[in-house]
T-cell receptor, first 113, second 116 residues
Framework: KNQVEQSPQSLIILEGKNCTLQ??????????LRWYKQDTGRGPVSLTIMTFSENTKSNGRYTATLDADTKQSSLHITASQLSDSASYIC????????????FGAGTRLTVKP | ETGVTQTPRHLVMGMTNKKSLKCEQHLGHNAMYWYKQSAKKPLELMFVYNFKEQTENNSVPSRFSPECPNSSHLFLHLHTLQPEDSALYLCASSLSEARGSTDTQYFGPGTRLTVL
């Protein structure tokens, strides 16, 4: 079982609507949690990063939250746009080795007009 | 664009072929990475180079051979691959592995590899 589980696997919403993507992890302790956006045919791009002591981080219409007690993070997208169609990947970094990361399989978001 | 380029973007090869993937970064970074991304699976870190020295090899089969001649270039040499090696191979760079856990990686667009 993957140590980082994302849900849903895929999601379709209408343009202008809000949505929330979930990331549940079992990694403990951890150094930080990052959300990436990956457009089709492109590499992932970092959206937000939160350390274990942070609860929320925003980047424009993207807001990430972190609950270290329940080991859950969410990515909320407000007023979705067609360009938000992409895969969103949650990554948890372990504290003792900078290269020791656990990746979620991603959520595929499609925004329709 | 992220400042990390990869060539070729698409590659089809037979199991007996030898090919190489190339990655170049124009960001002045000192750390470079190879990842494998298979459909509906999490990203897998393959290799890490920091200041041209390999610092990580995540039990990658020897049919994948990395090369880092300088901090701006990274290659992945492929030989006698298997069909299950078909995937998107992503290259990334960051300022330095030593900068700590918040060091941001910048990814290239990837090479879509198909092994027949």
């Amino acid at each position: 079982k993957n140590q980082v589980e994302q849900s849903p696997q895929s999601l379709i919403i209408l343009e202008g609507k809000n949505c929330t993507l979930q990331c549940n992890y079992t990694v403990s302790p951890f150094s930080n949690l990052r959300w990436y956006k990956q457009d089709t045919g492109r590499g992932p791009v970092s959206l937000t990063i939160m350390t274990f002591s942070e609860n929320t981080k925003s980047n424009g219409r993207y807001t990430a939250t972190l609950d270290a007690d329940t080991k859950q993070s969410s990515l909320h997208i407000t007023a979705s746009q067609l360009s938000d169609s992409a895969s969103y990947i949650c990554v948890v970094r372990l504290p003792y080795n900078n290269n020791d990361m656990r990746f979620g399989a991603g959520t595929r978001l499609t925004v329709k007009p | 664009e992220t400042g990390v380029t990869q060539t070729p973007r698409h590659l089809v090869m037979g199991m007996t072929n030898k090919k190489s993937l190339k990655c170049e970064q124009h960001l002045g970074h000192n750390a470079m990475y190879w990842y494998k991304q298979s459909a509906k699976k999490p990203l897998e870190l393959m290799f890490v180079y920091n200041f041209k020295e390999q610092t990580e090899n995540n039990s990658v089969p020897s049919r994948f051979s990395p090369e880092c001649p300088n901090s701006s270039h990274l290659f992945l040499h492929l030989h006698t691959l298997q069909p299950e090696d078909s995937a998107l191979y992503l290259c990334a760079s960051s300022l330095s592995e030593a900068r700590g856990s918040t060091d941001t990686q910048y990814f290239g667009p990837g090479t879509r590899l198909t092994v027949l």
